[in-house]
């Protein structure tokens, strides 16, 4: 079996001991995986694609040429827009953060707000902003993005990630900021384990059946009373503060989910 893992250039630089895993545990389930970057295109051999790119055209693209992918570019497209999201939470009726398209400051009431892009990732473009001026600046700063705005909600820089393939919570962790309002882990950030609630299962299970996911990381806010608030769907999400929990291999994982999806 034939299949291609796509990453952008840049991204599969930033993950080559990931690739190289991923790599090694397909070949372990007989499958012969490559990797493609940028506008490389897979062979008219291949079955699938590991799609871990941002762009939903391109994985619709694969989709067009009979391609199973991972995700499916439906969640590609949801997960990697912020209003997506949160029209995907107000749907399921599950707890998130109010999210508006922002167009002018005058539009905000209330003092202080959370500006990001749109399509942002990472934490590199959420930005904490306690007056007028600093959202002008941030407009100014992405005059050619669609930017979205929320209300600042206090969780002493504490956030959650569940993990999750197919329908499985792979694992959770607890990610903490350091002198920042933002808690992510390559930015710095504190992580431990977490185990998720049952309130917390049962919303994960909502947005997995909806989405019909492969592999994504679902982010939450944690209240001060403890309650979880959805933030955010990474796709593709990275595992480094999962692997830095757990004692189990993602890309084994992945690999084998794959492996027993195509012999379906």
């Not at 250039?9 to 397909?26: G, T, W």
């Not at 930015?187 to 947005?207: A, F, H, N, T, W």
């Amino acid at each position: 079996m034939k299949g291609y893992l796509y990453y952008e250039r840049e991204d599969a630089q930033r993950n080559e001991k990931f690739i190289d895993e991923l790599l090694v545990e397909a070949k372990k389930c007989r499958i012969d995986l490559q990797l493609i970057v940028d506008d490389e295109r897979p062979d008219e051999d291949a079955r699938f694609v590991i799609f871990r790119g941002r762009d939903y055209r391109l994985a619709q693209k694969f989709e067009a040429d009979g391609l199973r992918v991972f995700n499916r570019s439906e969640v590609s497209r949801i997960a990697n827009n912020k209003l997506g999201t949160f029209e995907l939470a107000i749907m399921l009726g599950i707890p998130t953060i109010e999210t508006h398209k922002l167009y002018t400051p005058k539009q905000i009431e209330k003092y202080p707000v959370v500006v990001k892009t749109a399509d942002g990732y990472g934490g590199q473009e959420v930005h904490l902003c306690k007056e007028e001026i600093d959202v002008v600046k941030v407009q100014e700063k992405y005059a050619d993005r669609l930017l979205v705005v929320q209300p600042y909600i206090e969780t002493n820089a504490t956030d959650v990630r569940i993990f999750v393939l197919g329908e499985e919570i792979l694992g959770a962790v607890k990610r903490s900021g350091v002198d920042s309002f933002k808690s992510n882990y390559t930015l710095g950030g504190k992580v431990e384990k977490y185990k998720p609630s049952k309130r917390d299962q049962l919303m994960v299970e909502k947005i997995t059946s909806a989405l019909h996911s492969d592999y994504i990381g679902i982010d939450f806010l944690v209240l001060p009373n403890g309650q979880l608030v959805l933030n955010e769907i990474e796709d593709p999400v990275g595992a480094r503060s999962l692997y830095g929990t757990h004692d189990f291999s993602v890309a084994e994982k992945l690999m084998a989910y794959i492996a027993d999806s195509l012999t379906k």
